[in-house]
């Protein structure tokens, strides 16, 4: 169990400590000149438990609120100090705050100096305390009169502490791990030492971890846990690492840093939190508000931007945290704002999502979004989540820290459908799925010409819209249950079969003839084909197109047009000119004469087969590539890829993916 202390300047918290612990917590010079705690001291016991408690002694003087709030986070109990002489006092009402903005409900009153005060006194602070008390979590506190000095008191709090640390539930130590560094020093023939609580998870010796938000690589040289060796630190415990590391220095780590496992490691400077004004507080909370941020011992300025209207003294609402710089934290972290003076606490409360937009902030969908994450059970807030939107998997266990099967069961618990890395609804992934075929049909009916819709196209159609991969993902889960067709680059429905309507069909049939005739090596061009039939160029070529998508064509030049078995048989010619020769490379000239063509239209069909990596070019030489020779079905086109509409025509000089550009050299032969 963790105890820290809390409450006035000079109400004897450290004299407390010593009194329990036999430690002087107070261990700077200027500390014990001055008789005041100026930084965090430690101290441990076993209160007769068998555990070791430790102990945060915190400052209590106004001006060193930030040094006590960097020891108030991760403790497990509050030990709130009130001297019996003074009373409450301003910084016991300012630290009453804190700790109620922080969430920590557990805790004991020690009402210090009693044997300064008669009963009548004690019981008059007593009433002050319970008063103060009231509209707090620790509301409930036992109030135990001691004296460090004549040790009244102080075996009825070292019980009612070591019956504290018995009902103190362990922390979750299976998740990654993040301690909160609070101090940094090098002792020598170690090297660099920090110390903090650890929040979550559990660390081992020769572990890997990150200074965040440095990034910082280090390696776990020892760990004391607890104030004691050990092999390994816990969740709950405060443990000083000694770490190594060749950007691992005392100045490379300050307090404020957070060392975790690396895949924890992703700043942030701009966060989505619920924020509750104090009643104190003299002014609204308002756009760009200046204040302190602390969270855990991190501190550093902040500008706040209410995602509502602006929150006035004693309410609470949904904020924007702009940071000056990043910090490493988690959902759920707790925070305190503090004025840029530091001279008041403004508020506090809980972040929400680390990934915060700087535009549309307020929108309907982002203040949902919000609304669905302020649940601190991870289960509960994944299911809200959902209902408003897809959730990235590995970014909301990062971002809670949790660990896989905390994230898988979290999944399970709420029924989730993952794909691609995303987690939807069951109620959206249908919605998506019957929304795909829908899409799809709609397009089919639309366009009856075109063998499928684009996938891209159709993934910025649907709602939700997925990411790239997860779409990926969907499509290939959609097929694979036969629901849709990948077809390359498109997407179709199982039995849409692009046909020509019955006028293009007519058309086509008038200019097959000459396409499979004893010409259908040099075969007419667009323009023969328009001033032959008296047809415009553009519906010609608008048919001839139509007929390349379906495979019965392909355009080997500028507007020439070739038939598809006629290709096939030019392959099966390009595969007998080459085996005649000694090392399967041929010349143009032998192609040309082959095919009884001109010289310009042999070329360019070479230079087509050449960007189909059909052929392979050396200078002026050419040879079959085995690996491609039946692209164009030369055993019957319809086993071809080429119809294909995500498949390129080849006109221009683009390279083929995995092959040979028509300038390329083949790969040099292995011996």
């Given at each position: 169990m963790i105890v820290g202390t809390a409450g006035h300047i000079d109400h004897g918290k450290t004299a407390l400590v010593k009194a329990l612990t036999g430690t002087d917590a107070d261990r700077l010079a200027e500390e014990k000149a001055r008789g005041i705690t100026i930084d965090l001291g430690f101290a441990y016991a076993d209160l007769g438990g068998g555990g070791i408690t430790g102990f945060v002694d915190v400052p209590g003087h106004e001006r060193l609120i930030h040094t006590m709030l960097a020891g108030a986070g991760g403790i497990d109990l509050a030990l709130m100090v009130v001297a019996a002489d003074d009373g409450v006092m301003p910084q016991t009402r300012e630290h009453l705050a804190i700790l109620d903005l922080l969430g920590i409900a557990r805790g004991i009153v020690a009402l210090t100096k009693a044997d300064l005060v008669d009963a009548a006194r004690r019981q008059q602070v007593a009433a002050q305390i319970r008063e103060a008390l009231a509209p707090t979590g620790l509301r409930d506190a036992p109030v135990i009169p001691v004296s460090?000095?004549?040790?009244?008191?102080?075996?009825?709090?070292r019980a009612a502490l070591a019956a504290a640390e018995a009902q103190t539930t362990a922390r979750h130590?299976?998740?990654?791990?993040?301690?909160a560094v609070d101090r940094s020093f090098t002792l020598a023939g170690a090297g660099t030492v920090v110390t903090g609580t650890v929040l979550t998870g559990r660390i081992g010796l020769g572990d890997s971890v990150t200074i965040s938000p440095q990034g910082i690589a280090a390696r776990i040289r020892a760990i004391h846990a607890q104030n004691r060796p050990a092999d390994q630190g816990l969740a709950g415990q405060r443990c000083a690492l000694n770490l190594a590391g060749e950007a691992v220095t005392k100045q490379a780590i300050g307090r404020g840093d957070v060392v975790l496992t690396p895949g924890l490691h992703a700043p942030t400077d701009r966060i989505d939190a619920q924020l509750a004004v104090l009643g104190t507080e003299p002014k609204p909370v308002g756009t760009w508000f200046p204040a302190r941020l602390h969270s855990h011992a991190v501190e550093l300025g902040a500008r706040i931007v209410p995602?509502?209207?602006?929150?006035?003294?004693g309410t609470s609402g949904p904020v924007q945290i702009v940071l000056e710089r990043p910090i490493a934290a988690a959902v759920g972290d707790r925070f305190i704002l503090r004025d840029s003076s530091a001279s008041r606490t403004i508020g506090g409360g809980h972040f929400l999502d680390l990934r915060a937009p700087a535009r549309k902030r307020r929108t309907p969908e982002r203040l949902a979004l919000i609304a669905a994450a302020d649940h601190a059970d991870p289960a509960e807030a994944l299911a809200a989540l959902l209902s408003v939107t897809p959730v990235g998997i590995a970014a909301f266990a990062r971002d809670r820290s949790l660990s896989e099967d905390d994230m898988t069961a979290a999944l399970d618990r709420v029924g989730a459908v993952s794909i691609g890395g995303l987690a939807l609804s069951v109620e959206a992934h249908q919605a998506l799925r019957e929304g795909l075929t829908a899409t799809l049909a709609a397009f089919h009916a639309d366009n009856p010409d075109l063998p499928g819709m684009g996938r891209e196209k159709c993934r910025l159609m649907l709602r939700p819209r997925l990411p790239k991969q997860p779409w990926l993902a969907l499509l290939h889960r959609e097929a694979a249950?036969?629901?849709i067709v990948l077809d390359g680059a498109f997407l179709r429905l199982p039995g849409h079969e692009v046909r020509l309507s019955p006028e293009d069909e007519a058309l086509f049939a008038r200019i097959l003839p000459a396409l499979r005739g004893d010409t259908r090596f040099r075969p007419p061009r667009v323009r023969d084909f328009a001033a032959e039939f008296g047809i415009d160029e553009a519906e010609i070529r608008r048919v001839l197109k139509l007929t390349q998508k379906l495979g019965r064509t392909d355009q080997i030049a500028q507007d020439h047009f070739f038939a598809r078995e006629?290709?096939?048989?030019?392959?099966?010619?390009?595969r007998d000119v080459a085996g005649a020769t000694a090392d399967g490379w041929f010349t143009a000239p032998a192609f040309r004469d082959r095919v009884q063509n001109g010289r310009k239209v042999a070329i360019e069909i070479l230079d087509f087969f050449d960007r189909h990596g059909v052929t392979l070019r050396r200078g002026d030489l050419r040879r079959i590539n085995p690996h491609r020779a039946d692209l164009f079905g030369?055993?019957?086109?319809?086993?071809?890829?080429?119809?294909?509409?995500?498949?390129n025509s080849g006109w221009g000089s683009e390279p083929v993916p995995g092959g040979f550009d028509s300038h390329s050299l083949p790969p040099a032969r292995r011996e």
């Amino acid at each position: 169990m963790i105890v820290g202390t809390a409450g006035h300047i000079d109400h004897g918290k450290t004299a407390l400590v010593k009194a329990l612990t036999g430690t002087d917590a107070d261990r700077l010079a200027e500390e014990k000149a001055r008789g005041i705690t100026i930084d965090l001291g430690f101290a441990y016991a076993d209160l007769g438990g068998g555990g070791i408690t430790g102990f945060v002694d915190v400052p209590g003087h106004e001006r060193l609120i930030h040094t006590m709030l960097a020891g108030a986070g991760g403790i497990d109990l509050a030990l709130m100090v009130v001297a019996a002489d003074d009373g409450v006092m301003p910084q016991t009402r300012e630290h009453l705050a804190i700790l109620d903005l922080l969430g920590i409900a557990r805790g004991i009153v020690a009402l210090t100096k009693a044997d300064l005060v008669d009963a009548a006194r004690r019981q008059q602070v007593a009433a002050q305390i319970r008063e103060a008390l009231a509209p707090t979590g620790l509301r409930d506190a036992p109030v135990i009169p001691v004296s460090a000095l004549t040790g009244e008191g102080i075996a009825d709090l070292r019980a009612a502490l070591a019956a504290a640390e018995a009902q103190t539930t362990a922390r979750h130590a299976s998740g990654p791990f993040r301690l909160a560094v609070d101090r940094s020093f090098t002792l020598a023939g170690a090297g660099t030492v920090v110390t903090g609580t650890v929040l979550t998870g559990r660390i081992g010796l020769g572990d890997s971890v990150t200074i965040s938000p440095q990034g910082i690589a280090a390696r776990i040289r020892a760990i004391h846990a607890q104030n004691r060796p050990a092999d390994q630190g816990l969740a709950g415990q405060r443990c000083a690492l000694n770490l190594a590391g060749e950007a691992v220095t005392k100045q490379a780590i300050g307090r404020g840093d957070v060392v975790l496992t690396p895949g924890l490691h992703a700043p942030t400077d701009r966060i989505d939190a619920q924020l509750a004004v104090l009643g104190t507080e003299p002014k609204p909370v308002g756009t760009w508000f200046p204040a302190r941020l602390h969270s855990h011992a991190v501190e550093l300025g902040a500008r706040i931007v209410p995602l509502g209207d602006p929150l006035h003294p004693g309410t609470s609402g949904p904020v924007q945290i702009v940071l000056e710089r990043p910090i490493a934290a988690a959902v759920g972290d707790r925070f305190i704002l503090r004025d840029s003076s530091a001279s008041r606490t403004i508020g506090g409360g809980h972040f929400l999502d680390l990934r915060a937009p700087a535009r549309k902030r307020r929108t309907p969908e982002r203040l949902a979004l919000i609304a669905a994450a302020d649940h601190a059970d991870p289960a509960e807030a994944l299911a809200a989540l959902l209902s408003v939107t897809p959730v990235g998997i590995a970014a909301f266990a990062r971002d809670r820290s949790l660990s896989e099967d905390d994230m898988t069961a979290a999944l399970d618990r709420v029924g989730a459908v993952s794909i691609g890395g995303l987690a939807l609804s069951v109620e959206a992934h249908q919605a998506l799925r019957e929304g795909l075929t829908a899409t799809l049909a709609a397009f089919h009916a639309d366009n009856p010409d075109l063998p499928g819709m684009g996938r891209e196209k159709c993934r910025l159609m649907l709602r939700p819209r997925l990411p790239k991969q997860p779409w990926l993902a969907l499509l290939h889960r959609e097929a694979a249950d036969g629901r849709i067709v990948l077809d390359g680059a498109f997407l179709r429905l199982p039995g849409h079969e692009v046909r020509l309507s019955p006028e293009d069909e007519a058309l086509f049939a008038r200019i097959l003839p000459a396409l499979r005739g004893d010409t259908r090596f040099r075969p007419p061009r667009v323009r023969d084909f328009a001033a032959e039939f008296g047809i415009d160029e553009a519906e010609i070529r608008r048919v001839l197109k139509l007929t390349q998508k379906l495979g019965r064509t392909d355009q080997i030049a500028q507007d020439h047009f070739f038939a598809r078995e006629v290709t096939a048989e030019m392959v099966a010619i390009i595969r007998d000119v080459a085996g005649a020769t000694a090392d399967g490379w041929f010349t143009a000239p032998a192609f040309r004469d082959r095919v009884q063509n001109g010289r310009k239209v042999a070329i360019e069909i070479l230079d087509f087969f050449d960007r189909h990596g059909v052929t392979l070019r050396r200078g002026d030489l050419r040879r079959i590539n085995p690996h491609r020779a039946d692209l164009f079905g030369t055993h019957g086109w319809e086993s071809s890829p080429v119809g294909r509409p995500d498949f390129n025509s080849g006109w221009g000089s683009e390279p083929v993916p995995g092959g040979f550009d028509s300038h390329s050299l083949p790969p040099a032969r292995r011996e």
